[in-house]
């Protein structure tokens, strides 16, 4: 049985404190270092989004209710009284602002410093036309979400906030009832919760240029992980061409404001059911369309997870178990769909270019003494070339 299984997806931690023996060493670890219960850091949580709402946006009580998890607004006033000591009133504010007809505006924040310029550069540059665009200003994108059998489509739109540590999120009202996994996705795609500091005293002399890089990560772990097959041995440009054809020939359209987002990415599910030939005709190579149709089954039917993990090393396993997914593939997906912090692709040209070296075993091993940041690493080594 997990525990509040769909609250803990929202937060970026579902799956994570089940009965496995990963989930024990999860749930133990978070008790060692906040000092809080699994069930705790749930019911925390929840009042902080429903803080966020209230003070941030135009949403009724019973809506603020109804998304951060209480059962009703009475019992969400009574808890957020207790915890703030003021009436519901007082916390109670609303848009600021610049707020959109057809959307909400909330507030992320980050530890300082955060390179915009370079994380925005960087999605930007792989951004799957129809699906996601970008520029100094902005990233926009559209959204996929699931809960039970109900699927929200819609769009965000992210832009820093002068003089603030922080970014303004723009969810679209289609979105709004997933707020709280919007803001998660959000969160672990712009890396907000990363500290600088901590990982530029592990990098060293690597991270001096620029402590404010950050490592993108995913709304969409099975997008990425197509990205990844498309992107083997091609450069950027071309895998965000073939990504769009496939995007455009396989996922479902929705509304938008922006023209250059008017289409969500295929499910997996989607892509289970096709054949060879399907993928194959958008020009796609057939060993990689093999692999794009194994990948979509796996996560299809639950045995792969592209989502943060308590183990990652053990899902590389299962992705190199299937056709045409190596070292490369397997550990750029867990760098940026599982979000984790130590994946080194030490066999990517970029990489090996920067390092300065021809020998793979050589790479690997110099990989080392970045641990346990070795995606940061990646992304420093990556930024070199082009200083």
């Known amino acids: 049985m997990l525990l509040e299984e769909e609250a803990l997806d929202d937060l970026g931690a579902g799956r994570i404190f089940d009965e496995s023996e990963a989930g024990v060493l999860a749930r133990r670890a978070l008790e060692t270092e906040l000092g809080t219960s699994p069930e705790a850091f749930v019911r925390t949580s929840r009042l902080l989004m429903a803080k966020r709402m209230l003070t941030e946006t135009d949403l009724s009580l019973a809506d603020v209710a109804r998304i951060s998890g209480f059962g009703n607004s009475r ?56 699906v996601e665009e970008g520029s100094t200003r902005f990233y926009r994108r559209s959204m996929r979400l699931r809960r039970g059998n109900r699927e929200f489509l819609g769009w965000i739109e992210i832009a820093p906030l002068a003089e603030r540590h922080a970014l303004r999120v723009d969810v679209s009202r289609g979105l709004v009832e997933m707020l709280p996994a919007v803001l998660g996705r ?42 990844a097959i498309l992107g083997q041995q091609v450069t950027v440009a071309a895998a965000r061409t073939i990504a769009a054809h496939f995007a455009a020939a396989f996922g479902t359209p929705i509304e938008s404001p ?41 996560v299809a039917s639950g045995e792969i997870r592209l989502a943060p993990v308590p183990d990652p090393q053990a899902e590389i396993e299962k992705l190199r178990s299937l056709p045409g997914i190596g070292e490369w593939t397997a550990n750029y997906i867990a760098m940026r769909a599982m979000s984790w912090p130590d994946a080194f692709v030490h066999s990517d040209y970029g990489v090996m270019k920067a390092l300065g070296t021809n020998d793979l075993r050589e790479a690997a091993g110099s990989g080392e003494a970045w641990r346990p940041w070795r995606s940061y690493a990646v992304l420093h080594l990556w930024q070199s070339l082009h200083q």
């Open 75 to 130: 019992r969400m006033a009574r808890e957020l009284e207790d915890r703030y000591r003021m009436p519901l009133s007082k916390l109670r504010r609303g848009p600021s602002g610049g707020t959109r007809s057809d959307s909400v505006s909330l507030r992320l924040d980050y530890r300082p410093p955060y390179d915009w310029n370079s994380i925005v550069a960087f999605l930007s540059a792989r951004a799957i036309s129809g």
């Open 258 to 298: 922006f023209p250059g987002v008017a289409t969500a990415f295929p499910r997996p599910e989607r892509i289970a059911d096709l054949t060879v030939d399907h993928v194959a005709r958008l020009g796609i190579l057939a060993s990689r369309s093999r692999s794009i149709i194994a990948l979509a089954r796996a």
């Open 186 to 227: 959000v969160g672990r795609l712009m890396d907000l919760a990363a500290n600088p500091a901590e990982v530029g005293r592990a990098l060293g002399p690597l991270a001096i240029a620029n402590p404010g890089l950050r490592v993108p990560s995913a709304v969409d772990g099975f997008e990425i992980g197509v990205r």
